[in-house]
């Protein structure tokens, strides 16, 4: 091992970054997901919260649905010009505010959430002045309904100098200029929500109440983006790390076959002179036991430390009280335990297959030296030139050895270019979807239809959100438009417009569906539960969400509505409305600034992944060099005799390899593009938002170039290696 450090040293440092990975994702992952369901439990998350066009008799229907029912409710105020805080009402009985530190709000007195606070340079006792009046600040406030502080979905990163939270009592809620009410309800029985929603809601409209707004809580950004978080971890903690295990393993198992095959004269010597099997299988058996335990042992110790880096980091996006850390012993037992098993495992039955040959064999340095496999006996390279040859050959007499290096380079590869795939996609998606389909600049939705013409300068639209009747969790928006808007353009695949004159369902949309020009689709409405049904009659070529159009007129008819009625209207000018009149405000160009800081946001991330890429690709490059240069030593030692340069030298080993990484990177691209695809499919749901799986060709080429830069550098250490070869070694390997 001491002889061929590089070797073991890089195999332990693959099994130190996978047993890292598993421990550190998966405790994150665990420790998440704990935090956020005692933060639920504990603090009474609503199941829903709602508002109606008059009062209820709260305690009536909470005994009639099981259930506990709280009036609450927010208000946008202004504190500086340009900065808006998000007032809620304190409540007592459901979504209970945690106290991060401080006190619950007295008169005139209110709560902050700490970022916020901490980035405005508010400290507790301090005063703060809100719709024009002061408040002193309590405490740092932690909100079950409201864990990750953004404004909104289009926003997407939260700005602590513009937006922040706030909770004052009840009292001093009311007195706030256009507050909003609304119903927190949790059900008591924690299953079939979903249809408990539905009841609940029928109730209501049963007894002549309008409901002006429902938002179920998997569906509100602000919480679901925590469940969705863990199921990345959880997906990133499954295949990261045994990705790298297997990496280890082949690199492993490749290591042993060699050096049991490079010692058989040795085992021959020692099972002729009477050495027991076992004895032999013990001593083999060591190798691949200390780098197992030492990469493993000391990857899952890193990983516990920088779990709780990691999960602090959560922290800051996700605010939430720790109630109390977890460490999953079974993870680490699992981390440390499964490279020693599968490792061992590996190693035991390759010495079993080495120790099945005769001693005598053995002694004579294996039964099947002087043999060409298939490949080499039915290639034809009489034509071709000497160095040519050399290098063809190197190839096809070690297949294994050039499956190990393709398949490194391969994933290498993935980890390089995952980081741009995101950043490509989401570049797609906002020039090809949001900024091209949106002929906007602001869009407002209305808490109940309105009738008669828009504003002057405005276009208005219908929207209603439904399900599909056999799997209500497939919800999409069906969108009235006038035929000839110019506000809305689709295009189709060929790039041709197409006008909104018959129903038109988005690219996304057909792909959650599998539907085609010319399937039904049936649906029902999540507000009326009213059943629909749709013809689809063309699909336009855009990424910018998941939509069916329709002409406005046909839309009201279809959904009972006046001739005349629309529920938003688009503008290119800002318009002012009441709180208790708009229900959602939209700005396309928050949504491409929220978009470009969250490709800021990559940023780190995505270098991250290309340094970790260039460590873990110079690892196996290096090693695989590394054994073509040991298993060349009497081929090298020749040439130095006959003469040949170190340049001629270094081009006829270290060379060998460059056809076979580049063929890897071209097998890596279509890899990662179909992995992240799954990916992005398994998080539509929880992101609310369909990504195209795009690679930019540039970022292509930038990864190609990141990939040769590291073969070229680990041909550059094992130069080292062959020059250090003697000319005597031809002789020596003669004599043997």
């Given amino acids: ?265 040795l085992i021959g010597t020692f099972y002729a002179h009477g050495c027991r099997r076992q004895d032999l299988r013990i001593h083999y058996l060591m190798f691949p036991l200390f780098v197992s335990i030492i990469g493993s042992v000391t990857g899952s110790i890193i990983g516990l430390f920088l779990m709780n880096v990691m999960f602090n980091f959560m922290l800051t996006a996700f605010p939430m009280p720790v109630y109390e850390t977890i460490y999953n012993n079974w993870l680490i037992v699992f981390a440390i335990l499964t490279p020693i098993i599968v490792l061992c495992g590996v190693t035991w039955g390759i010495v079993g297959k080495i120790l099945k040959v005769s001693p005598a064999t053995l002694m004579k340095g294996g039964e099947s030296k002087n043999e060409t496999n298939f490949i080499e006996r039915n290639l034809r390279l009489d034509r071709l030139k000497f160095n040519a040859k050399f290098q063809i050959r190197e190839q096809v007499r070690s297949l294994s050895r050039s499956f190990f290096l393709l398949f490194g380079v391969a994933v290498a590869t993935m980890l390089i270019l995952y980081g741009f795939t995101m950043k490509s996609s989401v570049d797609y998606m906002l020039t090809k979807g949001i900024e091209e389909m949106y002929n906007l600049k602001y869009e407002y939705v209305f808490k109940s239809e309105k009738t008669g013409n828009p504003p002057a300068g405005t276009e208005q639209f219908g929207a209603a959100y439904v399900s599909l009747i056999d799997n209500d969790d497939t919800s999409f928006y069906v969108t009235g438009v006038l035929p000839d808007t110019e506000r809305i353009r689709l295009k189709d695949i060929s790039g041709q417009p197409l006008k909104p004159e018959q129903n038109t369902i988005t690219v996304p949309l057909a792909q959650k569906l599998n539907a085609n020009a010319g399937d039904t689709v049936m649906v029902f409405d999540t507000e009326t539960g009213k059943e629909h049904s749709f013809i689809i009659e063309q699909v336009a070529d855009t990424y910018a969400g998941e939509f069916l159009f329709m002409p406005l007129d046909q839309f009201n008819s279809e959904f009972g509505l006046p001739e005349d009625a629309y529920i938003g209207i688009w503008s290119d000018e800002p318009m002012t409305f009441s709180q208790m009149e708009i229900q959602s405000t939209k700005s396309i160009e928050a949504i491409v600034a929220g978009f470009g800081s969250l490709i800021n946001q990559m940023g780190p991330m995505i270098y991250g992944l290309i340094f970790s890429a260039f460590i873990v690709g110079l690892i196996i490059i290096y090693i695989v060099t590394g054994l073509v240069v040991d298993e060349s030593r009497a081929s090298i030692s020749l040439m130095k005799v006959f003469g040949y340069r170190r340049k001629e030298i270094n081009k006829l080993i270290l060379g060998s390899n460059t056809l076979i990484v580049v063929i890897g990177y071209l097998i890596g691209i279509p890899a990662l593009l179909g992995t992240v695809e799954a990916l992005y499919r398994s998080l539509t749901e929880s992101l609310q938002i369909v990504l195209p799986v795009k690679l930019n060709i540039w970022y292509i080429v930038l990864g190609f170039i990141i990939v040769m830069i590291t073969y070229e550098f680990a041909k550059l250490m094992c130069r080292k290696k062959i020059s250090r070869i003697p000319m005597d070694e031809a002789l020596k390997a003669g004599m043997e």
């Fill in 1 to 265: 091992m001491l002889e061929h450090k590089a070797r073991y040293i890089g195999s332990m440092l693959l099994l130190t970054i996978s047993s890292m990975m598993f421990v550190m994702t998966n405790n994150t992952s665990v420790n998440l997901e704990n935090t956020f369901t005692s933060f639920s439990q504990q603090n009474l998350l609503s199941d829903a919260e709602f508002s109606i066009d008059t009062e209820f008799d709260i305690s009536s229907f909470s005994e009639k649905f099981a259930a506990k029912i709280e009036l609450g409710g927010t208000a946008d105020c202004e504190v500086e010009p340009g900065q808006k805080l998000r007032i809620f009402s304190s409540m007592n009985s459901v979504n209970i505010p945690a106290v991060q530190e401080g006190n619950l709000p007295g008169a005139s007195e209110i709560m902050l959430d700490r970022l916020f606070a901490k980035t405005n340079d508010y400290e507790i006792g301090d005063t703060i002045t809100v719709a024009g009046r002061d408040f002193t600040v309590s405490g740092y406030v932690l909100l079950p309904n409201f864990i990750y502080v953004v404004e909104s979905k289009e926003v997407m990163m939260n700005d602590p100098n513009t937006f922040g939270v706030g909770v004052v009592d009840k009292a001093d809620f009311n007195t706030l200029p256009d507050h909003n009410q609304v119903y927190a309800i949790r059900f008591d029985e924690r299953e079939n929500i979903k249809s408990q929603e539905t009841a609940v809601k029928n109730s209501l409209r049963a007894q002549g109440m309008q409901i002006t707004n429902w938002q179920s809580t998997n569906k509100k950004i602000n919480v679901s983006y925590i469940p969705m978080e863990v199921s990345v971890l959880s997906a990133v903690s499954a295949a990261v790390p045994l990705v790298m295990l297997l990496l280890t393993c082949v690199l492993l198992g490749m290591l042993m076959w060699r050096m049991i095959k490079s010692e058989s004269v």
